[in-house]
């Protein structure tokens, strides 16, 4: 049996060969289009090899940022890195704004715009931080911006003005008990990204013991309240308290 030529396609299967290389995730053994070319490989995985190095450059810049003495030159120039590791040319390049006139040229979609409104997006923003970070009037200012950005998140206070002891807390409470309690006396409870496990824990507990006083209160008895949903930092604006 002859076999098709598989060579310019990753994972595709051949079609005079049933069941022959492996499936790309996801897709369906119908067409050759269904999955990657050889081409659509390369750029998928330089784009995964671009965004691992951006996320290098942003933790040196947070390790310098919070380090005794971060020096803003050092992050200036790490700034200029990530922005031509992202955008593939530097702001430093005296003609920056040259090939940002020849991107705006070539435009020729939608997808296209999308991306070189991001470009210049970026390049207005990295314009003003440097322009912040070299100018002494406003140095202090947005250095300590910067730095409260990547310093870990204060602890929170419990009710008696206490600060909330997380190992305290886990090791004498069963949160599984807690959880369940809640599930069957509520319709749902939804967490946003930004609460802590340290926060949810503290969270649960605390309503475990509102849903029971509330369960108990003549007058929810009377009234008939059904169970209630429930959100934590979720289901508001960005930013803001839900």
């Known amino acids: 049996m002859e076999q098709t030529e598989t060579n310019n396609y990753y994972n595709a299967k051949p079609s005079k060969i049933s069941n022959i290389g492996k499936d790309v ?17 390369i750029a998928r995985e330089h784009v995964k090899s671009v965004d691992k190095s951006i996320q290098n450059v942003k933790k ?11 020096n803003p030159i050092v992050i200036i ?8 590791l992202k955008h593939g040319f ?10 940002i006139q ?10 296209d715009s999308t991306a070189f409104n991001k470009l210049v997006g970026d390049y207005n923003k990295l314009k003003k931080t440097i322009g912040c970070l070299q100018d002494p009037r406003y140095l202090g200012y947005y250095m300590g911006k910067m730095i409260a950005k990547y310093q ?3 602890t929170f206070t419990e009710s008696n003005g206490k600060y909330f ?8 409470t069963d949160l599984n008990s807690i959880t369940d309690y809640i599930n069957n006396n509520s319709s749902a409870v939804q967490f946003g990204n930004s609460v802590t496990d340290k926060e949810r824990g503290y969270i649960l507990s605390e309503m475990s013991v509102f849903i029971k006083i509330w ?12 169970p209630i949903n429930w959100s934590f930092g979720a289901r508001g604006k960005a930013g803001s308290v839900a």
């Open 77 to 84: 120039d790490l700034l200029n890195k990530e922005f031509e």
């Open 60 to 70: 040196e810049i947070k390790a310098i940022l919070l380090s005794d003495s971060p």
């Open 215 to 226: 369960n108990s209160s003549v007058i929810t008895n009377k009234i008939n309240i059904t």
């Open 152 to 154: 870990p998140k204060k």
């Open 25 to 41: 995730s996801g897709a369906k053994r119908m067409n050759f289009n269904t999955y990657e070319t050889t081409e659509e490989r």
């Open 102 to 111: 020849v991107k705006r040229n070539s435009i020729a979609n939608l997808a």
């Open 165 to 172: 002891n997380w190992k305290d807390f886990i090791a004498v």
């Open 90 to 99: 530097s702001y430093k390049d005296p003609n920056s704004r040259s090939i």
